[in-house]
């Protein structure tokens, strides 16, 4: 008994001493752990002080926030324009709808060209038009101009031209004649100063039509007010179903603001691409920034690149089908070319298999019998080759091992 106890007090003297150790041990580590995580600590601070990344070399003020939305932002500028000087390029491209990349601007015209006399002036969010010079003005992409208005003069600011501003005259189907309206000059202090006054009126004019549109039990949604730059007339931008008769509108507003009334009906995409927004895709809207040509777009689009008819998942923002589903279109028809009809039943002497999906890109083809939920996937070259002999009366044993041969034939490629 002596000597159990003897053993026993030992191996508690062993343990004891090891937990000494390992927490003496922990101590040591902990210590020096504490004092590397400092000098790592010290380390990053250096490195980060040293440390500047290549695009910073090349443009400091690169990832900085140097502009604040404001109430010009729909019209190309972040901050107030200054009187004769023009807007930065970086401001314009930062916050424009539809910015103009100039990439002709390094080619040369040739020495016997005549010069484009005409201008694109941008004004509140896509409204464009093309202006004419007078002799001897010089302007500048970014310049605020003065232009004819109808009547009196509008404030825009200058986004294209040159060669490029030719180019996209031919492109809109505009002639460089007579009925081109005329550039006056740059706009000068006293032009911006009502251009501002009148841009900030329009946001409170809104819901002021809004209010009376309600009052007159209109039928009509007002999407937005766009004020001319010498604030004599303003342009209501509206949605409707059906048509409008909104004379006693247009007589209470010109009570209230004592201005000129125009009212501009607009199509559901007009309006999307006007107050913008961002998309399923997690972008802003093709329509409000680069996308100024609306084309057609039917649901055949959609079943020909194989997508399920989901209207809510189909439609964008303005409630129709979605622009881009015109992107890839013609991808997919060229695609399609070599593909059997689609839709054709094929028999085989295990019974008859029925189409199912496609794959166009893959180049499979989804088939199933009549009576199992299992679907098997056949290549193109393998659907042709059936649908050719059940034409010859030629039935194949199953689609099973024909799936096989098709899979190892692509293995083996």
């Given at each position: 008994?002596?000597?159990?106890?003897?053993?026993?007090?030992?191996?508690?003297?062993?343990?004891?001493?090891?937990?000494?150790?390992?927490?003496?041990?922990?101590?040591?580590?902990?210590?020096?752990?504490?004092?590397?995580?400092?000098?790592?600590?010290?380390?990053?601070?250096?490195?980060?002080?040293?440390?500047?990344?290549?695009?910073?070399?090349?443009?400091?003020?690169?990832?900085?926030?140097?502009?604040?939305?404001?109430?010009?932002?729909?019209?190309?500028?972040?901050?107030?324009?200054?009187?004769?000087?023009?807007?930065?390029?970086?401001?314009?491209?930062?916050?424009?709808?539809?910015?103009?990349?100039?990439?002709?601007?390094?080619?040369?015209?040739?020495?016997n060209?005549?010069?484009?006399?005409?201008?694109?002036?941008?004004?509140?969010n896509?409204?464009?038009d093309?202006?004419?010079?007078?002799?001897?003005?010089?302007?500048?992409?970014?310049?605020?101009?003065?232009?004819?208005?109808?009547?009196?003069?509008?404030?825009?600011?200058?986004?294209?031209?040159?060669?490029?501003?030719?180019?996209?005259?031919?492109?809109?189907?505009?002639?460089?004649?007579?009925?081109?309206?005329?550039?006056?000059?740059?706009?000068?202090?006293?032009?911006?100063?009502?251009?501002?006054q009148?841009v900030?009126?329009?946001?409170?004019?809104?819901?002021?039509t809004?209010?009376?549109?309600?009052?007159?039990d209109?039928?009509?949604?007002?999407?937005?007010?766009?004020?001319?730059?010498?604030?004599?007339?303003?342009?209501?931008?509206?949605?409707?179903?059906?048509?409008?008769?909104?004379?006693?509108?247009?007589?209470?507003?010109?009570?209230?603001?004592?201005?000129?009334?125009?009212?501009?009906?607009?199509?559901?995409?007009?309006?999307?691409?006007?107050?913008?927004?961002?998309?399923?895709?997690?972008?802003?809207?093709?329509?409000?920034?680069?996308?100024?040509?609306f084309?057609?777009?039917?649901?055949?689009?959609?079943?020909?690149?194989?997508?399920?008819?989901?209207?809510?998942?189909?439609?964008?923002?303005?409630?129709?089908?979605?622009?881009?589903?015109?992107?890839?279109?013609?991808?997919?028809?060229?695609?399609?070319?070599?593909?059997?009809?689609?839709?054709v039943?094929?028999?085989t002497?295990?019974?008859?298999?029925?189409?199912?999906?496609?794959?166009?890109?893959?180049?499979?083809?989804?088939?199933?019998?009549?009576?199992?939920?299992?679907?098997?996937?056949?290549?193109?070259?393998?659907?042709?080759?059936?649908?050719?002999?059940?034409?010859?009366?030629?039935?194949?044993?199953?689609?099973?091992?024909?799936?096989?041969?098709?899979?190892?034939?692509?293995?083996?490629?």
């Amino acid at each position: 008994m002596e000597e159990k106890e003897l053993q026993n007090t030992e191996e508690e003297v062993t343990a004891i001493s090891e937990e000494t150790k390992y927490s003496n041990a922990a101590n040591r580590i902990s210590v020096a752990s504490r004092k590397m995580l400092e000098n790592e600590d010290k380390e990053e601070v250096v490195l980060l002080e040293q440390f500047t990344h290549p695009y910073f070399d090349e443009d400091p003020d690169m990832g900085k926030i140097k502009y604040t939305s404001g109430p010009l932002l729909s019209r190309g500028c972040c901050g107030v324009p200054e009187s004769y000087k023009p807007i930065n390029k970086k401001e314009l491209d930062s916050c424009s709808k539809f910015n103009v990349n100039n990439w002709i601007e390094s080619i040369k015209s040739p020495s016997n060209a005549v010069e484009c006399n005409v201008v694109e002036v941008r004004f509140k969010n896509s409204r464009k038009d093309f202006f004419r010079l007078p002799e001897g003005l010089e302007i500048c992409v970014g310049d605020v101009v003065a232009v004819e208005g109808t009547p009196g003069h509008d404030i825009g600011i200058v986004s294209l031209k040159g060669e490029l501003c030719r180019i996209q005259m031919r492109k809109k189907n505009v002639e460089n004649g007579d009925n081109i309206k005329k550039l006056y000059r740059r706009a000068r202090v006293t032009d911006i100063e009502k251009w501002l006054q009148s841009v900030e009126k329009e946001d409170g004019m809104i819901f002021e039509t809004r209010r009376l549109a309600n009052t007159f039990d209109l039928k009509m949604k007002v999407n937005d007010v766009e004020y001319q730059g010498d604030g004599t007339k303003a342009i209501f931008y509206y949605t409707a179903d059906d048509r409008v008769d909104f004379r006693q509108l247009i007589k209470a507003l010109a009570e209230e603001f004592h201005i000129r009334i125009e009212m501009k009906q607009i199509g559901a995409r007009q309006e999307a691409g006007r107050l913008g927004g961002i998309g399923t895709c997690g972008r802003e809207l093709c329509c409000s920034t680069w996308l100024n040509s609306f084309h057609s777009v039917s649901t055949s689009v959609a079943k020909t690149q194989q997508l399920f008819p989901n209207p809510q998942k189909l439609a964008g923002q303005c409630g129709k089908l979605k622009c881009c589903l015109n992107y890839e279109y013609d991808v997919y028809v060229d695609a399609l070319k070599s593909f059997p009809e689609l839709g054709v039943a094929l028999e085989t002497k295990k019974g008859k298999a029925i189409y199912h999906k496609v794959d166009v890109f893959k180049r499979t083809i989804w088939y199933s019998y009549q009576n199992s939920p299992e679907l098997i996937p056949l290549s193109v070259n393998t659907v042709k080759r059936i649908i050719q002999d059940n034409k010859r009366n030629i039935l194949p044993d199953d689609l099973e091992s024909l799936a096989e041969k098709s899979e190892n034939n692509k293995k083996d490629k």
